[in-house]
């Protein structure tokens, strides 16, 4: 059995000796698209067995096993002409007409894909250590699942505008509750590098997959979307080392499309999902949203686009910060909309840290369901673990902190964590839904310098948008 951990550092500082590979992100990127091949390529031997008539959609001299398996074999200059002016020209302009199910796979993984590495002789070393890996292996190939987290974990240390890795307690505990059963559609708009996904499809595939049609199907229903190269490659070589033949990922961005063209038949059951948050959209794109909904925050423009997506009855589980549930302006209209659409019958609180140490912006889980207005929220404010001041990276969340909030989930009462506001106070109050704990102390109540500056940010883009509407009346 291969030591993984060791494996992916040794890879990790021979790219840092390398002149073209600068910083985490490339490194990932570079370590992806040989991850993705080596990956395929063992997937590909599971295809051959399985039918004789198999054919690969990757021309035979450019398979993993053709070049990369032999330690003495391509090197140096030899390896660099191959890899710059075959594997990636070919691999990029792939023919996805045929009727090769995997061709749009494998040329969407290169679309946009770089070979960074400028040493051929570096290049082989890295593909060595790759070949010590046997994804054959089931023990290697969970424990490369292990690892794989810890690669994305890397990725988000150098990311920024609100992408933040969600803990896995996290993702696990939300699709717990939203609880999305065989056949449903289950889908994330703004999906990453797949963690929801995954969550997702153990879930069912721990209750209900019994047979390889109902494989099949699970396949069919987990959706995705990612706006940005490096995620979406990861989430789909993440969904293939998770045994999803072809995941039904789209390179795109969920929101440059008009609200009012999505069809009942694009519609979907479930949606879990951490939106970017703290970030702003390019220029236009919120003109794809009814006129009174119209600003270039991301969580509000998500969440519109939530209630839209989902099926009457549906459910949704997502991730927003503190600002999104004290905002006024486009953002209460946002809000009073979900109410009157959806039965917001949850807002988890969560504790400092979460997603530490990427950012410490206060957090919540809503959970809502569509088809009947909120006629009150419930509201559970998650501790910390006993003895924690916050959440950090030595000492992240798991998933049994959320047991005590799962053991209330069914048999909801008030305590000192849970607390109920109903609708007509939320009215009232101009649909903030950022309600604090009534059984906490006046002293336990002051502003942390989070809140503070997320208010702020939160008054700001009122007027950003205020300015903007008076800018345009003056034009008019």
């Given at each position: 059995?291969?030591?993984?951990?060791?494996i992916?550092?040794?890879?990790?500082?021979?790219?840092?000796?390398d002149?073209?590979?600068?910083?985490?992100?490339?490194r990932?990127?570079q370590?992806?698209?040989?991850?993705?091949?080596?990956v395929?390529d063992a997937k590909?031997?599971?295809?051959e067995?399985?039918?004789?008539?198999?054919?690969s959609?990757?021309p035979?001299?450019?398979r993993?096993?053709s070049w990369?398996t032999?330690?003495e074999g391509?090197t140096?200059?030899e390896?660099?002409?191959?890899i710059?002016n075959?594997?990636?020209?070919?691999l990029?302009?792939?023919?996805?007409?045929?009727?090769n199910?995997y061709?749009?796979?494998v040329k969407?993984?290169?679309e946009?894909a770089?070979n960074?590495m400028k040493?051929g002789?570096?290049l082989?070393?890295v593909?060595n250590?790759?070949e010590e890996?046997?994804?054959?292996?089931?023990?290697?190939?969970?424990?490369?699942n292990?690892?794989?987290?810890q690669?994305l974990?890397?990725?988000?240390s150098?990311?920024?505008?609100g992408?933040?890795?969600?803990p896995?307690?996290?993702?696990?505990f939300?699709?717990q509750m939203?609880?999305?059963?065989?056949?449903e559609?289950?889908f994330?708009?703004?999906c990453?590098t797949?963690g929801?996904?995954i969550s997702?499809i153990?879930?069912?595939?721990?209750?209900?997959?019994k047979?390889a049609?109902?494989?099949?199907?699970l396949?069919?229903t987990?959706?995705?979307i990612e706006?940005k190269?490096?995620?979406?490659?990861l989430c789909?070589?993440?969904l293939?080392?998770?045994?999803?033949?072809?995941?039904?990922i789209?390179?795109?961005?969920s929101?440059?499309?008009?609200?009012k063209?999505i069809?009942p038949?694009?519609?979907?059951?479930?949606i879990v999902a951490?939106?970017?948050?703290?970030?702003?959209?390019?220029?236009?794109?919120?003109?794809?949203?009814?006129?009174?909904?119209?600003t270039?925050?991301?969580a509000?423009?998500?969440?519109l686009?939530?209630i839209q997506m989902?099926k009457?009855?549906g459910r949704?589980?997502?991730v927003?910060p503190?600002g999104?549930?004290?905002?006024?302006?486009?953002?209460?209209?946002?809000k009073e909309?979900?109410?009157?659409e959806?039965n917001?019958?949850?807002?988890v609180r969560l504790?400092?840290?979460?997603f530490?140490?990427?950012?410490?912006?206060n957090?919540n889980?809503?959970?809502f369901?569509?088809?009947?207005?909120t006629?009150?929220?419930?509201y559970y404010?998650q501790?910390?673990?006993?003895?924690?001041?916050k959440?950090?990276?030595?000492?992240?969340?798991?998933?049994?902190?959320?047991d005590e909030l799962?053991s209330w989930?069914?048999?909801r009462a008030e305590n000192?964590q849970?607390?109920?506001v109903?609708?007509d106070?939320?009215?009232?109050n101009?649909?903030n839904?950022?309600?604090k704990n009534?059984h906490k102390g006046e002293e336990e109540?002051?502003l942390t310098t989070n809140e503070?500056?997320?208010k702020i940010e939160?008054?700001m883009?009122k007027?950003?948008?205020?300015?903007?509407?008076i800018?345009?009346e003056?034009?008019?």
């Open positions: 059995m291969a030591d993984i951990s060791n992916v550092k040794s890879i990790q500082n021979i790219m840092r000796t002149t073209g590979v600068d910083g985490d992100a490339q990932i990127s370590l992806v698209w040989m991850l993705f091949l080596k395929f590909e031997e599971e295809f067995l399985e039918s004789e008539n198999y054919k959609p990757i035979e001299k450019l993993w096993r990369a032999d330690d391509l140096g200059e390896l660099m002409l191959f710059n075959e594997l990636f020209p070919t990029k302009e792939l023919d996805i007409t045929t009727s199910a061709a749009p796979l969407g993984m290169f946009d770089y960074y040493s002789t570096l082989r070393q593909v250590k790759l890996i046997n994804f054959d292996n089931l023990s290697d190939r969970h424990l490369f292990d690892m794989y987290e690669i974990k890397d990725l988000q150098a990311g920024n505008a992408e933040y890795y969600t896995r307690a996290v993702t696990e939300i699709v939203v609880d999305p059963k065989l056949g559609k289950v994330d708009p703004a990453g797949g929801f996904l997702s153990n879930h069912i595939m721990k209750s209900d997959v047979t049609e109902d494989k099949k199907t396949e069919h987990i959706q995705g706006k190269q490096l995620p979406y490659m789909l070589t993440n293939i080392l998770h045994d999803i033949e072809t995941p039904n789209r390179h795109d961005n929101l440059s499309y008009p609200l063209d069809t038949n694009e519609r979907v059951d479930c951490n939106p970017p948050f703290g970030g702003t959209e390019e220029q236009g794109i919120e003109n794809n949203f009814p006129a009174s909904y119209r270039r925050e991301t509000d423009l998500f969440l686009l939530f989902l009457p009855r949704a589980g997502i927003l503190d999104t549930l004290f905002g006024d302006g486009v953002t209460a209209r946002i909309k979900l109410l009157g959806c917001l019958h949850t807002i504790p400092n840290g979460i530490a140490p990427y950012t410490d912006i957090t889980l809503l959970f369901t569509k088809g009947e207005p006629k009150e929220i419930w404010e501790p910390l673990p006993q003895g924690y001041k959440y950090t990276k030595t000492k992240p969340v798991k998933l049994q902190d959320f799962k989930w069914n048999d000192e849970a607390y109920k109903d609708i106070t939320i009215k009232a101009n649909f839904i950022d309600v009534p109540e002051e503070i500056i997320d939160a008054s883009s007027s950003v948008e205020l300015l903007e509407q800018r345009k003056a034009q008019e």
